[in-house]
């Protein structure tokens, strides 16, 4: 009798275990669902609209990039310390950094894309990301994948490559005089999946060989995004052109402010859902 009922409490114990991570798996979707719609909109209306009366545009994406990043970085820290969790680094160092780097220049070729593509034909390349994914998890990984998988995501990557080269749209982008979709777009967008294939099968290398707490994964990886970046936009000498266009123009203030915090919920709802495949 004893045993029947530690059974059936373990069972219920289980069932509830398992419940709780499918609410956590649905809020996570739902977060990168509605954080990737506001985070779209606004990355392509700092981007592509002009600001003041005479009508300037943002151009410093690493600026971007700096901002989201060391928002995420201080609410990743707070999260930390408010579970009391330890600071300090599980993997080495050196392995935050990859991440990092790889992370900047997937942005950074995403917000420049958005200069010469749309944000919904930038939306509709990332169905391609598939394959360089599949490539990074064979040399990363070591993932063996069937060869029907690499003839879908070869048709995927297809058809999403008539839209992006053939678009039905007249748009003009403000940087360019030819049709919005030219090559140094594309090329943007490609060098966007495929460093966003290697940040996303790289962290699941993180997660999958050590045993690492979330934030301490995403802080460590942010810190060091935010010293490349401000090293980035100090060699380059935007940093201070940069602020003087925020400070001149105070609705890009509030959109740069909004698109951080956007990003800092994209991101942790993005890695939350990835992380929950190797803690479930």
């Not at 909109?41 to 151009?59: A, D, H, T, W």
């Not at 928002?71 to 991440?99: D, E, F, M, R």
């Not at 509709?124 to 879908?152: E, H, N």
Request: hydrophobic share 45%; net charge positive; aromatic share 12%.
């Amino acid at each position: 009798m004893t045993i029947a009922i530690a059974g059936m409490a373990d069972s219920l114990l289980s069932g509830s275990v398992k419940e709780n991570k499918l609410w956590k798996g649905v809020l996570a979707v739902a977060g990168i669902m509605t954080t990737l719609v506001i985070y779209g909109l606004l990355q392509e209306k700092i981007m592509r609209v002009p600001y003041g009366s005479n009508k300037e545009f943002f151009k410093y994406s690493l600026f971007l990039v700096f901002c989201n990043r060391i928002t995420t970085s201080a609410v990743s820290a707070a999260a930390l310390v408010a579970s009391k969790k330890a600071l300090n680094p599980v993997a080495p160092v050196h392995k935050y950094c990859l991440i990092s780097v790889s992370n900047i220049l997937t942005t950074t070729c995403q917000y420049e894309a958005l200069k010469y593509v749309s944000f919904p034909v930038q939306t509709l390349a990332k169905c391609a990301k598939m394959i360089p994914v599949m490539v990074w998890g064979t040399i990363i990984m070591q993932k063996r994948y069937k060869g029907m998988d690499y003839f879908l995501a070869l048709l995927v990557t297809l058809g999403c490559s008539i839209f992006i080269l053939f678009p039905a749209g007249t748009e003009i982008s403000p940087y360019s005089r030819g049709r919005e979709n030219t090559v140094w777009g594309v090329s943007l967008m490609l060098g966007y999946l495929g460093f966003d294939g290697f940040t996303s099968t790289f962290q699941d290398k993180l997660f999958k060989g050590y045993d690492m707490e979330i934030h301490n994964q995403i802080f460590y990886t942010t810190l060091c995004s935010c010293i490349l970046s401000l090293t980035g936009l100090v060699l380059q000498g935007h940093l201070l052109p940069a602020i003087d266009f925020v400070f001149r123009h105070n609705d890009c203030f509030f959109d740069i402010a909004l698109l951080s915090t956007v990003s800092n919920f994209h991101c942790h709802s993005s890695i939350i859902s990835r992380a929950q495949m190797f803690f479930a």
